[in-house]
């Protein structure tokens, strides 16, 4: 007996289940990868907001050296 080609086989479903499976892990290990990227850059700049604003309130720090002069 002899099968007919264009009749899709349990293999072939299997392939394209582990292809489309494939594809979705790469999608979300993207997505994963972006995110972090994003939390990353998100605590640079609570970092750096926090030094600016430290910084401003050193200089504008009122010292008694600065009000004797």
């Given at each position: 007996m002899v099968g007919v080609a264009d009749y899709p086989?349990?293999?072939d479903?299997?392939?394209?289940m582990a292809?489309?499976?494939q594809e979705e892990y790469d999608i979300a290990?993207?997505?994963?990868?972006?995110k972090n990227k994003v939390n990353e850059?998100?605590?640079e700049l609570y970092n750096k907001k926090c030094e600016q604003?430290?910084?401003s309130l050193?200089?504008?720090q009122n010292r008694k050296v600065?009000?004797?002069v």
């Open positions: 086989t349990k293999t479903v299997g392939e394209r292809s489309r499976i290990l993207k997505f994963k990868k972006a850059l998100e605590v604003q430290q910084m050193v200089i504008f600065d009000i004797l």
